[in-house]
């Protein structure tokens, strides 16, 4: 049967990394989008134009003839796919990779659940009737390591619920998901995977998102954070996009990774530091934007931030707040144990960069494109 990869959250930042892959990969696949749109001419029209990226900007020339989008969204029942798709979906996919999901930490917690448990729910459904039928392969599930919540510590890949609680509801609603994909993992050839912080693509830092760590970054460019709720010690598991796709489609393949969880993170030995993060930020960026005087950084307890933040003007409150959400994420301790991951990759010839071989890139993607409003280049 020929490879049918069935893809949502396809034009997400790791999504629109992970297509060309998968194509490249299996040179005979068809992949079908599930796209939101005003009618199935729009997501054909989507999905149009997704595939001219692919065959301009990636170099796969029959990208056109490969790819196809389907209007349907993971908030609606059946996904809002129409029952002739859905027929035709169960009979033909062998792939399903399942991306989609809300990544704002401030929804509700029952929007929050609605979106990522419904979404994930509604798509699990879709993966039973294709294995009913005979033709999944594998169901892949993209969550997060930051169902970990408020842990500390070591994280191990088959933890789950340990009890934790959490610091916002996209890890809580997370957490929830992955249960409902561990739940039909005697029914489905499930495979789930956890990366950490994505960030750029480490050869040409380019991103679609410029949120989570690029929030300080910007400000740090501007000359506005001056104070790190953090010390230069505190481990960052920061992975670039480009390495976390290239692990999942290495990873998928394989028939032992069915039932399994795989935390594609920089785990204990590759993990930067938040100094040396602030550092080289720092650096590039009093090379590349000057400003009248060196950014000089200084590290605080998060009682002592809050307490700092408070006696700051207005504006520059409102500005540094942006970084509350980030608190868990600079702020605690942790390090995910990646012994799957690690044994799946060994010999795969799929190297970790360390960051500070493409922090450069990164930085330099940030400014060359005013993050994000000049395009990409």
Known sequence: MRTHFFVTGGTGMMGSDLLPRLLRAYPESLLTLLLRGKSPADAGERARRVALTLGG????????????????????ERLGVSPEEIERLTGTVTHIIHGAATIRFDHPLDEARAINCGGTRRVLELGLDCARRGSLERFIYIGTSSVSGRRSGTIYEHELEMGQEF?????HSKCESERLVREAADRLPTVVFRPSIVIGDSRTGRTSSFNVIYIPLKLLERGLMRLVPGTPDTTLDLVPVDWVNDAMVYIMGRSDAVGRVFHLT???????????LVRSAAEYFDRAVPLSRPRTVEFLSAESYTRRLAGLPTRHQALLAQVNALFPYITVD????????????????????????????????????????????
Do not use: H
């Not at 990636?58 to 993971?74: E, F, N, T, W, Y």
């Not at 920089?266 to 040396?276: C, D, N, V």
């Not at 799957?340 to 190297?351: F, K, P, Q, V, Y």
């Open 57 to 76: 900007e990636c170099g796969i020339p029959d990208a056109v003839s490969r790819v196809r989008g389907v209007l349907g969204d993971v908030t609606q």
């Open 266 to 276: 920089a785990g204990p030995a590759r993990s930067a530091r938040l100094g040396e």
């Open 334 to 377: 942790r390090l995910f144990d990646s012994t799957n991951a690690d044994a799946m990759l060994e010999g795969s010839g799929i190297r970790f960069p360390l960051f500070s071989e493409y922090a450069p890139n990164i930085y330099a993607y940030c400014v060359n494109t005013r993050w994000g409003k000049a395009g990409r280049v």
């Open 167 to 171: 610091f916002n509801t996209y890890e």
